[in-house]
């Protein structure tokens, strides 16, 4: 009896350690915590970073994306401050990462797993949806002509022969191409191309959003839009197709709230008022 006590105990003390040790390897299927015991904010979001909302967008687009190093994030504009309230409704934080448009609106940025997000005053169509899920519209655009107010040109029809930029794989370019099917098209990655090449004369207008088009025109009196077109477009938010269900629903939710409550108007109007 007593030479079998020692073994029992044995037997106990390592069915113990088996229970704990089972613990420890059970844990890391566990949803991540913070201190106190609480989940990480987001992480029934599938987020890239947890706690964080990752935002992708094409840098510079004034006045929805800008780069500004005084803002936490190193960026602001429209899109950047409305996401930025929605990630705080979301207790989230903000980051932001400047990437080529062209694959963010093809989604091919999104499904790689880059970002949670895409904002980048990217309209909604049929196209990008067959791609892309879209959050609810947050902003109603039009398109424009920009063109030197020397030029001569003052209207589309003018614009025959001439060098016309637009942004690759916008609705801005979609609409030159059927619009104005004798001008020269001069594709360039993003508006920070843009402007720069119609100040040094390599092209002779930009037909891209009138907002864009419209910082350009209060910032240097020698251009000006000429025309704006009504295109009935809508912007939306990006995600991966089919993969960020629950972040999107919890977009959808925070921006209704945001819109309810005046802070969106709030928003929108430091930026648009002079429209």
């Not at 005053?121 to 959050?135: G, L, Y």
């Amino acid at each position: 009896m007593s030479r079998r006590t020692p073994l029992l105990l044995g037997l106990a003390f390592a069915a113990a350690a088996s229970l704990t040790l089972a613990g420890c390897a059970g844990s890391g299927d566990a949803p991540s915590e913070v201190p106190g015991g609480t989940p990480a904010a987001g992480d029934d979001y599938g987020l890239v970073t947890a706690g964080t909302l990752t935002v992708c967008s094409d840098v510079p687009y004034p006045p929805f994306e800008v780069e500004d190093p005084s803002a936490e994030t190193g960026y602001s504009g429209f899109d950047i401050d409305l996401l930025g309230a929605i990630a705080e409704k979301l207790g989230l934080k903000l980051s932001v990462q400047d990437v080529g448009f062209d694959a963010l609106q093809s989604g091919v940025t999104l499904v790689s797993g880059t970002c949670d997000v895409g904002a980048s005053a990217m309209t909604i169509t049929d196209e990008r949806k067959a791609n892309i899920d879209f959050s609810d519209p947050y902003y109603d655009s039009l398109q424009s002509l920009l063109v030197r107010t020397d030029s001569g040109i003052k209207s589309i029809k003018d614009l025959d022969g001439k060098n016309v930029g637009v942004q690759q794989g916008t609705t801005g370019e979609s609409y030159a191409t059927e619009n104005a099917p004798g001008a020269q098209l001069v594709q360039y990655p993003s508006d920070g191309e843009l402007w720069p090449a119609i100040q040094a004369g390599q092209i002779d207008a930009i037909l891209q959003d009138q907002p864009v088009n419209l910082e350009h025109e209060k910032a240097d009196k020698s251009y000006k839009i000429v025309e704006t077109y009504n295109t009935d477009e809508q912007y939306g938010f990006a995600f991966a197709k089919g993969e960020k269900e629950a972040l999107l629903t919890a977009v959808n939710g925070a921006l209704k709230e945001l819109r309810d409550s005046g802070e969106y108007q709030t928003i929108y109007d430091s930026y648009f008022t002079a429209e």
